[in-house]
């Protein structure tokens, strides 16, 4: 057995991992007796599993095979008693046998007893381990869960704490700190960020529900609002003590021009006052500083930003409005040397009282941002009727004629009116980059786009009902730019379209040197932004500039087309062809290199066709000039004019102007001198008509009314001193017609020298080929010829 044993637990359980206790040799009754073993074993590995396993001898091999396996807490009884019997049968045949068999079953009965008691107590053992365990794993478990919990919570709590947590020294900032000091803004700056962000931020799922949340979220709103007030209140002190001290600074310029005696019209004091605009710097300077806390406001209370808005616009409006129309006055006052505006001066009230009564307007309505403003109107209705009662006056002045003024005064005007617009530019340009960095508004890097609907200028706000609390977006930020622009600025338009009708009252010339510095400050201003408050507002301006120019063109032919001429005088160089050199000299030292030539040559083109059509109907229309002269002069004069000024887009016209005076300069000549010689020439015409007939020319001198005696007889009617005669006077009659300003007397006398000299050849061809060997001459030489002219020409 003992072989048996070690064979199955080496064959069968060990690899299975399993011990063999003990072993029963089994069988079943019947012919065929199979010896099977009925097997205890446990497992080698914890928990213990006892079972019986029946094992059994292969058919095909000496070996034994696994049958069939029991645990052992599943059987109750295991019924042997069939094999027992067949033990019993083979077993009897000796007692020593059966007393050894009984020894044996006692040993193995006690040792499954024994074993039982180990199972029971490995089994206690085991189930006590487990719930030990089990316990364990739930503590365990709880642990796990309780520390995952108080990780989360304290996560939850300091992410409340480090975002929901604004510091004492912030919330004192907002409480109580100073608005006026360079410190005292950083800090409220500092607190005011630091506030945002503890409002702003994200609060995870369910943080809202907690009681302690909701206080802090209370707290900080009630904060914000009280901040945002003190904050608005300081800044609206801020706009109210600047305008103060700006309107101060303006009463002491005007108080000057006001003194009694101070006589306004006196070079004194015209050249007093500079022509310049007051530097808003310092206070943009100070208000930046609040740049920060103003995109604050605007990010958190956007109704007190607006009002804060309006307030500035309302305050800056009618500072500029009175700064800017007494700019202008000055202007007019140099433009004009003298204004009749003295005795009004001194009808302005006093300085000191003026400002402590405005002072107090302002001050009344300071602490309500979006309250009234009709102190501030009143202010304005009183001083602006004054402001334009001045500026009217001053185009009520008679038209002045340009030939009144020379060079120097367009200079002057030029210079004035150059002064003017250097001026204006760089002080909007100034306050639009201040609105936009105060009011932190984009201007730039945003879709072009137009308003869908009408804005109101006084609110500066859109036409669609905006959010109180929401910023506006880009494209609206810019179109707030340009309606504040056009509010804080909005007389700026009409005035300078009232110094431009100065300008052409005083001088319509003056519309050339408008339109090119108008044309450059445009175009320097749409280089910067093409859709900012100055470039729209030049652009409107210079509309206004070129329709006069247009009218200063249009005007000068309408002046060609009604000039009348003297029927007692000679007419010479007319008004409107002098008025076109002049204009033209005028024009080109202006618009040299100017951006807009384009007008210029289209107006050249326009005035130089009046010109041509309206010297030729003045030239006709003359009585005491004959035709040709007015011509021949003219266009001499518009020939030379163009020749000197070399106006690349008139080349044609220059051409066609000396045409027209070579043709009539040579028509007049020929008519003038006519026939000097009229008898003689009445001969020759007889003598040419009878060859034109067909007479041979040596034949003519049989002809007796053409023969040598008729030709002696006719030629000694016209000697010498008669020639000579005849010149002098048509030397004086070419005088009579002729204007001295153009210098052509010479010129044309010149020519009918030539042409007198030319009839001369003339006649002596025909008697050397009518009268051949005839020895007839005219009783005067060609050097006789020379010598009258030049000697009439000196004797004059």
């Known amino acids: 057995m003992t072989a048996i044993k070690h064979a199955l637990q080496r064959d069968i359980f060990t690899p299975n991992d399993e011990r063999l206790l003990s072993i029963v040799n089994v069988c079943k009754a019947g012919k065929k007796k199979k010896n099977c073993f009925l097997c205890a074993t446990v497992t080698t590995e914890r928990p213990v599993q006892v079972k019986v396993v029946k094992v059994k001898k292969s058919d095909k091999g000496d070996f034994y095979k696994r049958q069939i396996a029991w645990a052992l807490r599943d059987l109750a009884v295991v019924d042997a008693k069939d094999a ?22 006692d040993e193995a009965l006690k040792e499954v007893d024994q074993i039982e008691l180990k199972l029971s107590s490995y089994e206690e053992m085991l189930q006590s381990v487990k719930e ?37 020294g912030h919330i004192k900032a907002l409480q109580e700190g100073d608005l006026a000091s360079s410190r005292g803004i950083e800090a409220c700056t500092n607190a005011a960020d630091a506030l945002l962000q503890c409002m702003n931020v994200a609060l995870r799922p369910g943080h809202d529900m907690l009681l ?112 800017i129309k007494d700019f202008f006055e000055v202007a007019k006052i140099k433009m004009t040397g003298t204004t009749k505006e003295s005795k009004k001066f001194a009808t302005l009230p006093r300085k000191e009282s003026a400002v402590k009564q405005e002072t107090e307007s302002l001050h009344g309505s300071s602490g309500k941002l979006t309250g009234s403003t009709s102190s501030l109107n009143k202010l304005s209705v009183q001083s602006s009727g004054n402001r334009r009662s001045q500026s009217s006056s001053l185009l ?63 609110g500066v706000t859109s036409s669609r009902q905006h959010n109180s609390g929401t910023p506006l977006p880009v494209s609206s930020e810019r179109d707030m730019i340009r309606q504040m622009m056009i509010k804080i600025f909005r007389c700026i338009e009409s005035d300078l379209n009232s110094l431009i009708a100065l300008g052409d009252k005083i001088d319509s010339f003056n519309s050339l040197y408008m339109l090119v510095k108008m044309s450059h400050h445009v175009w320097t201003a749409e280089n910067v932004d093409p859709a900012s408050f100055l470039s729209t507002t030049l652009g409107n301006v210079l509309v206004t500039v070129k329709r006069n120019f247009d009218k200063c063109i249009s005007n000068q032919i309408r002046q060609m087309e009604e000039v009348k001429i003297s029927k007692k005088s000679k007419v010479g160089i007319l008004p409107f062809v002098a008025e076109f050199e002049e204009f033209a000299g005028l024009a080109e030292s202006i618009f040299k290199n100017a951006e807009r030539r384009g007008d210029l040559d289209k107006a050249y083109t326009k005035l130089i066709r009046g010109v041509f059509v309206n010297v030729e109907k003045v030239a006709n229309e003359s009585q005491k000039t004959p035709r040709d002269v007015v ?63 067909g007479i041979r020319e040596e034949e003519v001198s049989y002809q007796l009314a053409f023969n040598k005696q008729e030709l002696r007889k006719v030629i000694k009617e016209y000697p010498g001193k008669e020639v000579k005669k005849g010149l002098d006077n048509l030397y004086k009659k070419v005088d009579k017609h002729l204007c001295e300003e153009e210098n052509l007397l010479q010129v044309v006398w010149h020519l009918m020298q030539d042409e007198f000299i030319r009839q001369y050849k003339h006649f002596e061809g025909l008697i050397a080929r009518c009268y051949p060997g005839s020895g007839i001459t005219m009783e005067f030489t060609i050097q006789d010829i020379l010598d009258y002219c030049s000697s009439i020409a000196q004797s004059h």
């Open 84 to 105: 027992i019997k067949a033990n019993i049968q083979s077993i009897m045949a000796s007692e020593k046998q059966v007393n050894i068999l009984m020894k044996l079953l």
């Open 132 to 168: 030990q365990m089990d316990q364990i794993s739930e503590s365990n478990h709880l642990i796990h869960l309780s520390n995952t919990n108080n990780v989360k919570l304290l996560s939850e709590i300091e992410f409340l704490v480090n975002h929901m947590d604004l510091a004492k």
């Open 212 to 323: 302690a949340v909701k206080q802090q979220q209370q707290r900080f709103s009630d904060l914000r609002e009280h901040f945002a007030r003190r904050l608005a209140n300081h800044l609206n002190n801020v706009f109210v003590q600047q305008f103060t001290q700006a309107l101060l600074q303006l009463y002491n310029r005007t108080y000057f021009l006001s003194v009694p005696g101070h006589d306004q019209s006196s070079t004194l004091a015209q050249h007093s006052v500079e022509l310049t605009l007051p530097n808003h710097h310092p206070f943009h300077r100070d208000l930046l500083r609040y740049a920060k806390l103003m995109e604050w406001l605007k990010n958190t209370d956007y109704g007190k930003y607006e009002g804060l808005t309006k307030n500035y616009m309302d305050y800056l409006s009618r500072l500029y409005e009175r700064e």
């Open 396 to 458: 009520d002045m008679g038209n002045m004629s340009a030939s009144d003024l020379d060079v120097a005064d367009r200079t002057k005007f030029d210079k004035i009116f150059e002064q003017v617009l250097s001026e204006l530019e760089p002080l909007c340009l100034a306050e639009q980059d201040f609105i936009s960095k105060f009011f932190k508004l984009q201007q730039h890097q945003s879709m072009p786009g137009t308003m869908t609907e009408a804005e109101d200028l006084d």
């Open 631 to 693: 011509m021949m002069e003219n266009f001499h004069h518009i020939f030379a004019t163009l020749s000197r000024l070399k106006i690349s887009c008139l080349e044609a016209e220059k051409k066609e102007a000396k045409q027209k005076y070579t043709d009539h300069l040579q028509s007049y000549v020929i008519y003038s001198l006519g026939q000097p010689l009229e008898k003689l020439n009445h001969f020759f015409e007889g003598v040419e008509t009878r060859v034109a007939q």
